[in-house]
């Protein structure tokens, strides 16, 4: 399952990119920066899964 938009913008938020300057879109749209944005919320999931916290829930489902 795709990171949700939430998940993205917090991985952006972590990342500090915005310190820099940069914005979210400019982030997610720049191909390397916007991989390693959706591999960090990918993570954080599964950091999250791991730690029982409950999984957001589905975008399918809103």
């Known amino acids: 399952m795709a990171p949700s938009t939430q998940e993205l913008r917090d991985a952006f938020r ?3 990119l915005w310190r820099m300057g940069w914005t979210f879109q400019r982030a997610i749209t720049t ?3 916007g991989t390693a944005i959706r591999c960090a ?3 954080a999931r599964k950091r999250a899964e791991r730690e029982g916290r409950p999984m957001p829930v589905q975008e399918a489902l809103i």
């Open 14 to 16: 972590r990342s500090g």
């Open 31 to 33: 191909p390397a920066i």
């Open 41 to 43: 919320a990918s993570a």
